[in-house]
C-alpha cells in the first residue's frame, strides 16, 4: 500500500508561474524525500527534509514539512519547460523493525513554453 | 560504475517463461531496493536487501518472485512463470545504510513486457 498521496495528480502551467504539489502520508516519519522522473527514466532524488526540520530550500524548490497534518509540500518557482516530469513524494518509515521509503502515486507537472 | 546500473533495459517475453532482472549498485552502498513501477503509477516496493541478507520482502507480489544479493553488491530478480501483470519497469536503487533511509539513487529500470 502507499503511504504518500500527492495532490493534484497532474498539473499543467506556463513557463514563469510557480508549481505546488502537495503531499499527504499517514504514519509517522523519519524524513520525507522528494524525487523527479522524467519519462522513462529513472527517479532523481530532489530534496529530503527530516521531521525535526519544518522548511528547506535548494535553489528554485522550496520543501515544506508539518508533521501535525501529516503532509509536505514542494514548491518550484519561475518554472521552466526543463521541469517537466513526474515529481514523487517519498516517506521513511518504520515498517516491521525496518525502515524503508514508501512512494506516491506522483503528480505529473507540465510547463509550457 | 559511477551510477545504479541494471540490465537488460528491455526485455519482451513470453506468458510462461522465466525472467532474471540484474541490479548493480553502487560500490560502497549495503543497502539495495527493488521497486515495481506499472505504466503512469507510482513505484511499488517489492524487497529491500541490507548486505547479503533481506529482511524485508514484504512487498513480492507472489511467490512466483525471488531476489537475492551476493558479495555485498549485484543482486537478481527473478520472476518464473511470468504473467501479463507482471508487465512493468522494475526500478534498483542504493543507498548507504543508516538508522534512517536517506537518498536513494536509482537506476534506469528495466522494463519487462510480457506477452
Known amino acids: 500500500s502507499q503511504q504518500g498521496e500527492e495532490d493534484p495528480q497532474a498539473l499543467s502551467i506556463q513557463e514563469g508561474e510557480n508549481a505546488t504539489m502537495n503531499c499527504s502520508y499517514k504514519t509517522s516519519i523519519n524524513n520525507l524525500q522528494w524525487y523527479r522522473q522524467n519519462s522513462g527514466r529513472g527517479l532523481v532524488h530532489l530534496i529530503l527534509?527530516?521531521?525535526?526540520?519544518r522548511e528547506k530550500h535548494s535553489g528554485r524548490l522550496r520543501v515544506t514539512l508539518d508533521t501535525s497534518k501529516k503532509s509536505s509540500s514542494l514548491l518550484i518557482t519561475a518554472s521552466r519547460a526543463a521541469d517537466t516530469a513526474s515529481y514523487f513524494c517519498a516517506t521513511d518509515t518504520l515498517y516491521g523493525g525496518y525502515n524503508k521509503l514508501i512512494f506516491g502515486a506522483g503528480t505529473r507537472l507540465a510547463v509550457h513554453p | 560504475g559511477a551510477g545504479v546500473s541494471q540490465s537488460p533495459s528491455n526485455k519482451v517475453t513470453e506468458k510462461g517463461k522465466d525472467v532474471e532482472l540484474r541490479c548493480d549498485p553502487i560500490?560502497?552502498?549495503?543497502?539495495l531496493y527493488w521497486y515495481r513501477q506499472s505504466l503512469g503509477q507510482g513505484l511499488e516496493f517489492l524487497i529491500y536487501f541490507q548486505g547479503n541478507s533481506a529482511p524485508d520482502k514484504s512487498g513480492l507480489p507472489s511467490d512466483r518472485f525471488s531476489a537475492e544479493r551476493t558479495g555485498g553488491s549485484v543482486s537478481t530478480l527473478t520472476i518464473q512463470r511470468t504473467q501479463q501483470e507482471d508487465s512493468a519497469v522494475y526500478l534498483c536503487?542504493?543507498?548507504?545504510?543508516?538508522?534512517?533511509?536517506?537518498?536513494?539513487?536509482f537506476g534506469e529500470g528495466s522494463r519487462l513486457t510480457v506477452l
Open positions: 560500490s560502497g552502498h549495503t543497502a
Open positions: 536503487a542504493s543507498s548507504f545504510t543508516g538508522s534512517n533511509t536517506g537518498e536513494l539513487f
Open positions: 527534509i527530516r521531521s525535526n526540520e
